[in-house]
């Protein structure tokens, strides 16, 4: 049985694809389209997914969409009407891709795909959980979704047993925990739905000295961690902004502007919200274990994206194990979908192997020698065991390498086959990974991928953490890794098995015998503005734009000073407000 689900035309389309019950392929549409968030419908991922199933459209049994489109317009219609005449310029924008795409949603996947057969549709938070919970491990779990909003809900909890969930409780629009931390996202000068993990890794910079003014003003919470907004300060639910004029005078003045420098307020501001955000996201979890009874949680949902929330959870409430799934966001709703038409509504037995990683994307290992053959760049080539050997002389060296193996990941982390790798001991790294490498902000910080059984030596985490999705103290006798230690002595951890990904363990492993070190710095394979790369020509073309030293793809090797200089239609740093690769 072949069921394919679709996410799309808000942000992060996907497709994925479950064959007999398994996830056997998933994909965002960014990564082939290079545009970042791509919410169009998802085309070239899909159609990677029937290649990698073996199968064609006609093959497919039941196609699945990861909401309910008209109840969604319902929302917003009621929403303009309640706050007419402030919503009008919204309304006048938002009403053409309603009337032409987004209310069709039945007839374009028909359309698009040639698919003739009736498409299931489920509620947003739903599909959520089921992306949680029918992708766990679990036999039975309580489920906690948060987001910004889907149809109406923007936070559930409900009790996942067998191939059934039961949503017990939820929040409704307009209050909405993902919507705050987008006010805030907003209101500190970055890009909504996108830079939210910048706020994040800001925060250890600050103090959270707006903590009482945002409890007392903003939001209201209950000891449960239920909450209602306080929409006097905000315009998401009428305009085209995040905040209002009374948002700018509660904290001082007007929103910081994009890529101005960022003043110690900013950082507080960073600091407060997060310190908001895991206090409700805290209590919401020991609600729902003293509700439920339930010793194990699954989270999905934007906002189970905040992996400094999701290690407090681990580390402060009762639940004793908790699993997130990778692409947590709007993607992760493909599988989500395609996972509750075959488990929970035609009634298949669940299988633990259901989904076992999130390399889930496209392979192109047996086409990386042509490439480079036909566009006569030169390389070496290696085999594994030499490989893994050279590229860890090179590591030790204090060279950064970019590094494409084997299947690209599902979800917004790269963890070992689109990875741009470091030495974690070199306290240069971070700063030349960041400023001459990713052109991004210098306060953002680095993983450390580290083996699974060296974790618990390096940091303050007792379970597997193999998305990147929990954070933990590095413990103090072993900060002698400060490219992957945040400045609060946190890190952001991916715990890798031989299993997970075997050359990539190969490799961090050769690390360990060689160095003493069982842990690499690994950061996305992009630079800033881009989605991660997928193919070895946008790996090229991000080792040739950046100050990557050696590139990686399957077992040819590419060293930066044997290349010839890459000429392009228009300076690319330019065109990305990029600094200068040479600049100290």
């Keep these: 049985m072949n069921i394919l689900g679709i996410s799309a035309y808000y942000h992060d389309s996907a497709a994925a694809l479950i064959k007999d019950g398994k996830v056997v392929a998933a994909a965002q549409e960014e990564r082939f389209t290079r ?49 007419f005449p402030r ?15 987004k209310l069709w949603v039945p007839q374009l996947i028909k359309e698009k795909l040639g698919f003739k057969k009736e498409i299931f549709f489920i509620e947003h ?17 309580a489920i906690l979704t948060i987001d910004g909003v889907g149809e109406w809900t923007t936070a559930a909890y409900g009790v996942g ?29 970055f890009k909504v739905n996108n830079d939210e993990y910048k706020v994040m890794g800001l925060a250890p910079y600050g103090e959270p000295v707006y903590y009482d003014l945002i409890m007392d003003n ?35 003045g007007p929103r910081r502007s994009p890529e101005s420098e960022l003043t110690q307020k900013d950082k507080n501001l960073a600091a407060s919200i997060q310190k908001v955000t895991e206090e409700i996201v805290l209590r919401m979890a020991n609600h729902i274990h003293k509700e439920t009874g339930q010793k194990k949680l699954c989270m999905a949902g934007g906002v189970a994206l905040n992996c400094v929330a999701n290690g407090r959870i681990l580390r402060e409430t009762p639940f004793e194990d908790v699993f997130i799934q990778p692409a947590a966001g709007d993607a992760g709703c493909a599988i989500g979908v395609a996972s509750y038409i075959y488990y929970t509504l035609l009634k298949n037995k669940r299988t633990k ?83 001459k490498i990713k052109f991004r902000e210098e306060f953002r910080p680095f993983a450390p991928t580290v083996l699974l059984d060296k974790a618990k030596d390096f940091f303050e985490l007792d379970k597997p953490s193999p998305f990147m999705l929990l ?10 890794i400060p490219a992957v230690t945040h400045v609060n002595g946190s890190a952001r951890i991916q715990t890798i098995t031989k299993e997970d990904h075997p050359i990539y363990y190969d490799l961090i492993n050769e690390f360990y015998k060689q160095s003493g070190c069982p842990i690499l710095l690994n950061t996305s394979f992009n630079l800033r503005g881009e989605p991660i790369v997928c193919t070895p020509h946008d790996a090229y073309l991000c080792f040739m734009r950046s100050g990557i030293d050696y590139l990686v793809m399957g077992n040819f090797l590419l060293d930066k000073t044997r290349m010839k200089t890459l000429v392009e239609k228009e300076d690319y740093r330019r065109k990305y407000k990029m600094s200068e690769i040479d600049k100290d």
């Excluded at 919503?87 to 795409?101: D, G, Q, R």
């Excluded at 938070?125 to 779990?141: Q, R, T, V, W």
């Excluded at 390498?401 to 030495?423: C, H, N, T």
Aim: glycine content about 6%; overall charge positive; hydrophobic content about 40%.
């Design 35 to 83: 545009k970042k968030h791509d919410f169009g419908f998802p085309k070239n991922a899909v159609d990677y997914c029937l290649k990698a199933g073996g199968i064609e459209v006609s093959d497919l049994d039941h196609v699945g969409f990861y909401d309910k489109p008209l109840l969604k317009f319902e929302r917003i219609l009621s929403t303009y009407i309640a706050t």
């Design 87 to 101: 919503s009008f310029p919204s309304f006048f924008k938002a009403m053409p891709m309603w009337l032409h795409e």
């Design 125 to 141: 938070h739903l599909s959520h959980a089921s992306s949680a919970f029918l992708a766990s491990p679990f036999a039975e779990a």
């Design 161 to 189: 047993k067998g191939n059934d969930i039961d949503i017990l409780k939820e929040i409704r629009f307009p209050h909405s925990l993902g919507l705050l931390y987008n006010a805030f996202t907003y209101y500190l000068g």
């Design 218 to 252: 903003l939001i209201s919470v209950k000891a449960d961690g239920s909450f209602r907004m306080n929409m006097k300060y905000f315009a998401y639910d009428y305009g085209l902004r995040m905040t209002n004029r009374n948002f700018d005078s509660l904290f001082g």
């Design 353 to 435: 192997d259901a989904f076992k990683n999130a390399y889930l994307g496209p392979d192109y290992s047996d086409t990386v020698k042509d490439y480079l053959v036909s566009n006569n760049i030169e390389f070496e080539e290696f085999n594994k065991d030499d490989l893994v050997k050279k590229v860890t002389q090179i590591l030790r060296k204090k060279k950064v390498v970019g590094w494409l193996q084997g299947k690209m990941e599902f979800g917004p982390r790269a963890l070992g086959s689109r990875s741009i790798l470091a030495d974690p001991t070199n306290p240069d790294a971070k700063y030349t990974v960041n400023s």
């Design 471 to 480: 954070v933990a103290q590095v413990k103090k006798d072993k900060r002698f």
